[in-house]
């Protein structure tokens, strides 16, 4: 088996160059944090594998926190959730989380769309897109779709980025930080949802109260789980998706233009957005829950595979001329896809309202900024972190005559 190094020069700077010359040698590549799957048929079936369940508090009890709140905590969360638990709660809130009520969110998309680009604009030859636009962006209409008030954001952001600090390696010196801010989330989230069964509002935390399914209701528990992870899953991975596609188009300004002209390309562009540079590159990790054979390797239980989704999206036995980045690229029915969203039982539920989100601010970007000209190189994130994308991306404002 071929080794891939995660955390060497190469891949930090180049990952999807260093992740194609891995895939041509084999499906899988040894890594120091497990076996990484780097080819689409294999990725999907792991994703779709039921014999493999994803980390839960493994990192947390690694570090000495298998138990208490950061670890109940971890455990609640749907995404860690298996079985008839992760079934039953995945119901209830599809029931809530419709895309019907994404569609019909769209036109105020729009509107904060425009009304942040023209700020971004107004009297300066640059700014920062992902700090002027994309993250205000993406915080904006989740707090609004969920049903946060304007005023509660900055304390949510606050909360939303200590908890986020459960998720790495340095658990022992945040815990004191993580710990307060999910005896702070909590609260709030509670004190939230009782005003909403009394006077509810067209939000999605107003449905999740009240979504019923036979009888069946979410608990307390429940739902501040399902409430932190849209808050964390929905702003970070739509944030950095509009980075990389800002980055991606500016270095393709023939499919800017063809966007631009032709917006009825927005939906195969935002796929093919998602496929050729997606916010999450390595996947979140699964876990073998036995000891069993797959796919011509003898798995022990406990042990670790990564499912590549950033390789699998430029797999050539998939996608022809996989590097090659075509607004234009159509994916049949029938056919296999991107694997961005993951798949199986933890398919993203909020996949709809992030290709929603993309899609109306694509056209408005593209139509009102003649050309996309990156003003430096920006800050990045790195590509093994749970999202990848730039921090800082100073564009010029380039602006399309009225």
Not at 193 to 207: C, D, V
Not at 276 to 294: E, T
Request: proline fraction near 5%.
């Amino acid at each position: 088996m071929p080794t891939l190094n995660l955390y060497g020069p190469e891949f930090q700077a180049d990952p999807h160059g260093t992740l194609r010359l891995a895939r041509e040698q084999n499906w899988c590549a040894s890594t120091p944090i497990g076996i990484a799957v780097l080819r689409h048929q294999e990725v999907q079936a792991l994703l779709n594998h039921r014999q493999f369940r994803t980390p839960g508090a493994d990192l947390l009890a690694m570090q000495g926190f298998g138990q208490g709140a950061m670890a109940d905590a971890m455990r609640s969360f749907l995404l860690n959730t298996e079985g008839a638990d992760h079934d039953r709660v995945r119901r209830l809130v599809t029931h809530a989380f419709t895309t019907r009520s994404v569609d019909a969110f769209r036109p105020r998309m729009r509107a904060i769309a425009h009304e942040l680009l023209e700020a971004a604009q107004a009297g300066r030859a640059e700014f920062d897109f992902m700090v002027d636009f994309a993250d205000r962006y993406a915080w904006q209409i989740l707090c609004e779709f969920v049903g946060i008030p304007a005023g509660a954001l900055m304390q949510i952001q606050s909360w939303n980025a200590d908890i986020g600090l459960m998720f790495g390696l340095s658990v022992a010196e945040h815990a004191p930080r993580i710990e307060a801010a999910l005896t702070g989330l909590y609260a709030f989230i509670d004190e939230l949802a009782a005003e909403l069964r009394q006077s509810p509002g067209e939000n999605l935390l107003s449905a999740l109260v009240s979504v019923e399914n036979a009888g069946d209701l979410l608990t307390k528990d429940e739902l501040r789980a399902m409430a932190i992870t849209l808050m964390s899953a929905g702003s970070s991975t739509v944030t950095n998706q509009l980075g990389n596609a800002i980055v991606t188009l500016s270095q393709h300004p023939d499919q800017w233009r063809l966007l631009a002209a032709e917006r009825d390309l927005v939906t195969q562009a935002v796929e093919e957005l998602i496929r050729f540079s997606p916010s999450v590159i390595l996947g979140v990790p699964r876990i073998a829950s036995d000891d069993l054979s797959w796919n011509r390797l003898e798995v022990q239980r406990g042990a670790c595979f990564l499912p590549v989704v950033g390789s699998a999206n430029r797999d050539a036995a998939v996608f022809e001329q996989a590097d090659r980045f075509d607004i234009t690229r159509k994916v049949e029915r029938g056919q296999p896809g991107h694997l961005a969203f993951g798949g199986g039982i933890h398919y993203c539920l909020g996949a709809a309202l992030a290709r929603a989100e993309l899609q109306e601010a694509l056209p408005i970007l593209a139509e009102r900024l003649t050309t996309l000209e990156l003003a430096g190189p920006g800050e990045w994130l790195p590509p093994t972190e749970a999202v990848y994308g730039p921090i800082k991306l100073p564009l010029r404002a380039v602006a399309s005559p009225d």
